[in-house]
């Protein structure tokens, strides 16, 4: 008989995922949030977006930003996700990592945390909620872009969808595969949806094109944040003219995804500047761990208390240039600096622990947790494993690990 390892990993490859664990590792075990933790968790997603669509936050945020972010716009990121991790211990201590706009890996944990659960035998487990069929998973992700579309153009629109990502991602990206499951749903709608990279969209003097196509509606996977490149002056055109839907866009990120907006929102050095109520500090500072834009002025003090801060490029992904405090010191710092690499140090926060005995194998990894919500109400749970404590390592045994919410 195949093994429960064995039957999911198929069972995830028929589905449309790559191969596992070749191209995309999954861990064959799952984990359970406390009802009670969620129940926080969503209040505070709710403060968080309450306090970064302020109109006054908005501005302070972009005031000395590039003038691409200080365009107003009505786009909610459909594809929200916030990272947390919860301590082994006290998971009610749980802390806000960090928050993407466009969070990779919605689709294929819709259909790992559908299968799993499937396959496993947590069907008999009633404390658990199940989680929705892929195929209504992508029925209700694709009504929140249908609301999106119509209360941007007041209607659903006639042109095209286009999902945005760059070459290289497109050709050899972990989550290629994720886009096609994405383009393959809106298809079954009817919609024209397409994938294409930011050197094959052109600007008309009236529309935004790909192939001759006018395009009205963009899910944007790119990690050229702000679109700086000259590639990307065809859709900078077509978004300062208001002529097209982007999602996630320079606003976005700049009120929302940057990593500098921890510091403002773990401590409370500018509250009455960015209109941050008293109440809402105290959550804040009890979910948002101490976190630094790394500056000449402060570069001093991070270095000599270092082991107790990761160090995250400011404009990285994926867990890329992380470093620990073992990794660096005053100089690198000074060095990074200088070069014009920057980063935020952000206070250690332990990760919960996940331990399990079966037939097959043991599993001892460290987990966390991502959370999609869209407009304050959570449609996903999904978790990162890793055989250490400090870095995400999603190499096997590590990898994508189901995720339930206890009821």
Request: proline letters at 6%; glycine letters at 6%; aromatic letters at 12%.
């Amino acid at each position: 008989m195949p093994t429960l390892k064995e039957r999911l990993f198929a069972a995830l490859q028929t589905a449309g995922m790559p191969q596992i664990p070749g191209e995309f590792s999954v861990v064959p075990w799952y984990q359970e949030i406390p009802k009670s933790v969620l129940a926080e968790i969503r209040e505070f997603i709710r403060l968080f977006d309450r306090v970064t669509t302020r109109l006054t936050w908005q501005s302070a945020v972009t005031a000395d930003s590039l003038e691409i972010t200080r365009h107003r716009r009505p786009e909610v990121c459909f594809f929200s996700a916030w990272d947390f991790h919860l301590p082994t211990e006290h998971p009610s201590d749980w802390q806000l990592i960090e928050f993407n706009d466009n969070g990779s890996g919605l689709f294929f944990a819709g259909l790992i945390n559908q299968i799993f659960y499937d396959i496993s035998g947590l069907k008999q487990r009633s404390d658990i909620q199940p989680p929705p069929n892929f195929s209504a998973f992508g029925e209700l992700v694709a009504g929140i872009v249908e609301a999106e579309a119509r209360r941007f153009f007041g209607k659903f629109p006639d042109g095209l969808f286009l999902i945005l990502d760059d070459a290289e991602s497109l050709q050899r990206g972990k989550f290629r595969q994720e886009l096609i499951l994405m383009r393959d749903l809106w298809r079954q709608r009817g919609w024209q949806t397409e994938i294409a990279s930011p050197a094959e969209i052109s600007w008309d003097g009236r529309r935004l094109l790909w192939d001759e196509q006018e395009v009205c509606f963009i899910v944007n996977r790119s990690t050229d944040f702000l679109w700086q490149a000259e590639v990307f002056a065809p859709l900078r055109t077509a978004y300062t003219q208001g002529r097209v839907y982007v999602a996630p866009n320079p606003f976005t990120y700049a009120t929302r995804s940057d990593k500098r907006l921890l510091e403002f929102l773990s401590l409370p050095d500018r509250d009455e500047q960015l209109a941050i109520q008293p109440e809402e500090r105290t959550m804040l500072s009890a979910h948002v761990p101490e976190t630094h834009l790394i500056r000449e002025d402060n570069l001093e003090a991070i270095a000599r208390t270092k082991e107790k801060f990761f160090f995250k490029p400011l404009y990285g992904f994926g867990g890329r240039g992380v470093l620990t405090g073992a990794q660096v010191g005053r100089s690198r710092l000074h060095k990074l600096l200088k070069r014009g690499e920057h980063y935020v140090a952000q206070k250690r926060v332990p990760k919960f622990l996940l331990q399990s005995e079966n037939i097959h194998e043991s599993i001892s990894l460290w987990t966390d947790l991502r959370v999609w919500a869209y407009q304050g109400e959570i449609f996903l749970l999904s978790g990162r494993a890793s055989q250490r404590p400090d870095i995400l390592d999603l190499t096997p045994p590590g990898g994508w690990l189901p995720t339930y919410a206890q009821v």
